[in-house]
């Protein structure tokens, strides 16, 4: 089963509105998690890395005004998209990781939003 | 900085063996990912690569060069289903982060 739960899997909203968008870890403590877009055809683009206790830290380009990130356990970390516009419907997938080791690396199931 | 290659796009016939390779320059390394994404979903984890050589898992393979940043996803009596997209990824130690290359959609015809 899963180890990692997002939620919702798809949400539309109303331009102007804001959109919270949650990633769990069900059964261990993700010290680091990990949140990515994915346009259409496009691969995933790393958005933030957000650890617990502390600010998100924001890739180049990324508005940390508008995808605001709170990380607030070791098993919960939420991306709000503050007033969304059209442009901002994509594939939303969270990641987790549990240590150091690569492969300890679990995504959660994605969400899309659409803004219309 | 990250720089991952891999083809866009590749076609093979059904029953039939097909490889795509990804290259990488990239500034801390300490593995390599290969995933499965189907349209609208999440990734599916295939395989991770820390050590040189091949490694195989049933029609999945994937091999590892560290001194060439290069590594390959073979996959071997091609089905339908394995119509795809497939994404090479390098996990840097430092910071935790994966980089992703651009995919690579693999069409499978009958």
């Known amino acids: 089963g899963a180890v990692v739960s997002q939620h919702p899997s798809r949400v539309i909203c109303k331009s102007g509105t804001s959109v919270k968008i949650e990633c769990r870890s069900l059964?261990?403590?993700?010290?680091?998690m990990f949140w990515y877009r994915q346009f259409p055809k496009q691969s995933l683009m790393l958005m933030a890395t957000?650890?617990?206790?502390?600010?998100?830290?924001?890739e180049q380009g990324v508005e940390k005004d508008k995808f605001l990130i709170n990380h607030a356990s070791l098993t919960l970390s939420t991306l709000t998209v503050a007033s969304a516009h059209p442009e901002d419907s994509s594939f939303y997938i969270c990641?987790?990781?549990?240590?150091?080791?690569?492969?300890?690396?679990?995504f959660g199931e994605g969400s899309w939003l659409t803004v219309v | 900085g990250q720089n991952i290659d891999q083809p866009t796009e590749m076609t093979a016939t059904e029953g039939a063996i097909v490889q795509i390779n990804c290259t990488y320059q990239?500034?801390?390394?300490?593995?390599l990912f290969w995933y499965q994404q189907h349209a609208g979903e999440a990734p599916t984890f295939l395989s991770y690569?820390?050590?040189?050589g091949l490694e195989e898992k049933g029609r999945f393979s994937s091999f590892l060069s560290r001194s060439k940043g290069y590594s390959y996803l073979l996959l071997k009596e091609l089905q339908m289903k394995d119509s795809a997209s497939y994404l090479c990824?390098?996990?840097?130690?430092?910071?935790?982060?994966?980089?992703f290359g651009a995919g690579t959609t693999v069409t499978v015809r009958a």
């Open positions: 990641s987790a990781t549990a240590g150091s080791g690569g492969n300890t690396i679990y």
């Open positions: 059964d261990f403590q993700a010290t680091t």
């Open positions: 957000s650890n617990e206790g502390s600010k998100a830290t924001y």
């Open positions: 990239t500034s801390g390394f300490n593995g």
């Open positions: 690569n820390v050590l040189d």
């Open positions: 990824a390098v996990y840097n130690p430092n910071d935790y982060k994966l980089s």
